[in-house]
């Protein structure tokens, strides 16, 4: 997949820049204080997750096992690890996981397994996570590839576990079509797709960044999924990156 091939490349390159887009988290201006503020938007993106489950799902949720879909460098494993007896984290690129690792060895965690992943979700074998978490994953392959992942994934969610998954569904640009991507011109084939960090050339300039895809899912769908695989209630919370729109599911599949 060549967005497979594209994470693989951020992991090498510029692997904190990759999972957060801002300048300061580029490998080369990375500062300790700058890594901090990196580590420290995990902790607080952690918080938030607890907060939401307990106040609109489950009061007293507190996970045994978690699973990170898309890990990256571990900005959430080393937080989500003293929550859980048991935290793994998958991630496409092996150079993320790497980079992870040598994360939870510094932050002194130990409770974490990190795999990399595939389609088939091969890693998690015979696994089932109460909680199972993705954030600013599933925008950037594309939404066929996605849905059967997401699907497979709710086969791995314990009876009573919670989700929580984070999609784009939209951009602020298409305002004028009410949110839905207007039809792809004929020269690209990536209907809905807007490729950022690199020119529109096809062979990028020596030097560039890889590609980074920004794919909006049909909520329809994704909601199509949520009610087949046993779920009964969830909670919405809204995302906006930079115009990217998105949703952050909070969901319980029936014990
Ligand atoms: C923007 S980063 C987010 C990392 C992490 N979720 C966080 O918030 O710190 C996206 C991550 O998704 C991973 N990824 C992209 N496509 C994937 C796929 N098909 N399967 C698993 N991981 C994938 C990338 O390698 C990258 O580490």
Known sequence: MTTDIAW????????????????????????????????ESGRAHVDYVLRMIRQYLSPTF????????????????????????????????????????????????????????????????????????????????????????????????????????HFSYSKTCYASTNGVAPPAPATTSLPGAVRIWRTSAATPPPGADPEMQMNPYNLNELLFILQGAGVRRFHVEFTDHGGELGVFLFFQKLP
């Open 8 to 39: 693989e490349e951020w992991g090498r390159k510029d692997p904190y820049f990759g999972v957060i887009t801002d300048p300061k988290f580029r490998r080369a201006e990375l500062t300790d204080a700058a890594r901090n503020e990196f580590f």
């Open 62 to 165: 507190q996970p045994a096992s978690v699973l990170d879909f898309g890990c990256g460098v571990g900005r959430l494993l080393v937080h989500f690890s003293p929550t859980a007896g048991e935290v793994v984290g998958v991630d496409v690129s092996i150079s993320m996981l790497e980079e992870a690792q040598r994360n939870c060895n510094e932050f002194g965690v130990s409770n974490v397994r990190l795999f990399p992943s595939d389609d088939r979700l091969t890693a998690l074998a015979g696994s089932h996570y109460d909680l199972i978490h993705s954030f600013i994953v599933f925008q950037h392959m594309a939404p066929e590839r996605g849905r059967e992942i997401f699907r497979r994934m709710l086969g791995h969610l314990a009876a009573g576990g919670i989700g929580a998954v």
